[in-house]
């Protein structure tokens, strides 16, 4: 079973995971919208699948629904709050039923023969 919370991924396969630009994700992390793991060597930021998700529900928030940034960390909370008291929250602890939109294969899998 996968560690959902585990940073695996760059800021660049991120922003092409959710469809923006990485200078997005940065502002959004300044906003403290997220908050991604920075590795001690490099700096470099990585992201764990709840990230993206979290980023995704961002993005739908701010192009679809057209809230603005200054009111969305309010939405996020509500959200997450909402979905407590219905129930809704996925116990990660279990398999889920339903994959990610778009699995990717592990750092390096692809070079193998």
């Not at 994700?25 to 793991?37: C, F, M, T």
């Given at each position: 079973m996968r560690d959902l919370s585990r940073p695996l991924f760059p800021i660049g396969v991120v922003a092409g995971l959710i469809g923006c630009s990485p200078s997005t994700?940065?502002?959004?992390?300044?906003?403290?919208?997220?908050?991604?793991?920075r590795?001690?060597?490099t700096g470099y930021r990585l992201y764990s699948w709840r990230d993206v998700e979290r980023l995704q529900f961002i993005r739908y928030l701010v192009?679809?629904?057209k809230v603005p940034?200054?009111?969305v960390k309010a939405k996020l909370r509500?959200?997450?709050a909402h979905r407590e008291r219905k129930g809704w929250?996925?116990?990660r602890r279990r398999p889920r039923k339903a994959a990610v939109?778009?699995?990717?294969?592990a750092i390096g899998e692809?070079?193998?023969?």
């Open positions: 994700l940065r502002s959004w992390e300044a906003k403290g919208l997220v908050s991604p793991y590795d001690r060597h192009t679809k629904r940034l200054r009111e509500a959200s997450t929250i996925i116990d939109a778009l699995p990717l294969p692809d070079l193998k023969p």
